[in-house]
């Protein structure tokens, strides 16, 4: 399983365009998991990634991965997705598919509350969700799988808003270690429908076995955000980050693109 850290407008079909485009490079999806449930509404998310520095024919130069949720609930929201892997030297395959669940563990608030314009006072939790994903394969199935779980938290600092993953990674390969995973970011807004901030995402693998914080990856740049409002309860989300390695574990930049629809 790929660490997680854990809307289209006029310019996201040509940055897709840029990340397949791009120079041979291993990728992965990096995304913050939003603790929030809307009950009945569905969400449309296309996530990407490219990394900007080459690997070996045959590695991983673009990652994508396409997901639908449903909230049937006002704490309980289910997502099916799907990974797309795009190795140099080929096309676009399937590398898994995951199942995802969140599950609210605060009250929900209005959607005022979770907008990127907000202006909090003071620094308070604003929401907290237990999160989870099963990874199945499409080479190996369910034995060389992976399940993920850990809290997902919500934070308004003043005008800004601070989202925290934590997962713990169980490999059902034997012989495999689980592994720490998280991700952080921290927005504050820049307009009615801008946002601006920076996120941090990465791993420690063989958390519990004696593992140590430079063995995994580790990344963090900039990200802008945008929300718009396309009438009949629609909205679209996209996100767009830089993120740079920080270690030789890392890759030297990764190029992030997710677009989020709700409706």
Same mark, same amino acid.
């Given at each position: 399983?790929?660490?997680?850290?854990?809307?289209?407008?006029? &310019?996201?079909?040509?940055?897709?365009?840029?990340?397949?485009?791009?120079? @041979?490079?291993?990728?992965?999806?990096?995304?913050?998991?939003? @603790?929030?449930?809307?009950?009945?509404?569905?969400?449309?998310? #296309?996530?990407?990634?490219?990394?900007?520095?080459?690997?070996? +024919?045959?590695?991983?130069? &673009?990652?994508? $991965? /396409? =997901?639908?949720?449903?909230?049937?609930?006002?704490?309980?929201?289910?997502?099916?997705?799907?990974? /797309?892997?795009?190795?140099? &030297?080929?096309?676009? $395959?399937?590398?898994?598919?995951?199942? $995802?669940?969140?599950?609210?563990?605060?009250?929900?608030?209005?959607?005022?509350?979770?907008?990127?314009?907000? +202006?909090?006072?003071?620094?308070?939790?604003? +929401?907290?969700?237990?999160?989870?994903?099963?990874? #199945?394969?499409?080479?190996?199935?369910?034995?060389?799988?992976?399940?993920?779980?850990?809290?997902? !938290?919500?934070?308004? +600092?003043?005008?800004?808003?601070?989202?925290?993953?934590?997962?713990?990674?169980?490999?059902?390969?034997?012989?495999?270690?689980?592994? /720490?995973?998280?991700?952080?970011?921290?927005? !504050?807004?820049?307009?009615?429908?801008?946002?601006?901030?920076?996120?941090?995402?990465? $791993?420690?693998?063989? =958390?519990?076995?004696?593992?140590?914080? &430079?063995?995994?990856?580790?990344?963090?740049?900039?990200? #802008?955000?945008?929300?718009?409002? #396309?009438?009949?309860?629609?909205?679209?989300?996209?996100?767009?980050?830089?993120?740079?390695?920080?270690?030789?574990?890392?890759?030297?930049? !990764?190029?992030?693109?997710?677009?989020?629809?709700?409706?």
């Amino acid at each position: 399983m790929k660490p997680r850290s854990i809307l289209f407008h006029v &310019g996201a079909p040509a940055l897709l365009a840029f990340i397949y485009d791009a120079p @041979p490079a291993a990728a992965q999806v990096f995304e913050l998991i939003h @603790p929030e449930v809307e009950r009945g509404s569905f969400e449309l998310e #296309i996530l990407s990634g490219a990394r900007l520095d080459s690997v070996p +024919a045959g590695d991983e130069r &673009g990652a994508l $991965e /396409l =997901a639908l949720a449903y909230a049937p609930t006002q704490f309980w929201k289910t997502t099916i997705a799907v990974e /797309l892997a795009d190795p140099q &030297g080929g096309g676009l $395959e399937v590398e898994a598919a995951e199942w $995802e669940n969140l599950l609210l563990l605060t009250a929900p608030e209005h959607d005022d509350d979770h907008d990127h314009g907000a +202006a909090a006072q003071g620094f308070r939790l604003t +929401a907290a969700a237990l999160y989870s994903v099963l990874e #199945i394969p499409a080479e190996g199935g369910i034995n060389d799988g992976a399940f993920a779980f850990g809290p997902a !938290v919500e934070f308004a +600092a003043g005008r800004a808003t601070v989202i925290g993953n934590l997962l713990a990674e169980i490999p059902f390969t034997d012989g495999d270690n689980a592994a /720490l995973l998280y991700a952080l970011g921290l927005s !504050v807004p820049a307009g009615e429908t801008f946002a601006l901030g920076i996120e941090a995402h990465g $791993e420690i693998e063989d =958390a519990f076995d004696g593992g140590e914080f &430079g063995d995994g990856e580790h990344l963090l740049g900039p990200a #802008i955000y945008a929300e718009y409002d #396309i009438g009949r309860g629609r909205e679209i989300e996209p996100r767009l980050a830089l993120l740079a390695g920080l270690n030789d574990e890392s890759p030297d930049a !990764v190029l992030s693109l997710n677009i989020e629809m709700g409706f």
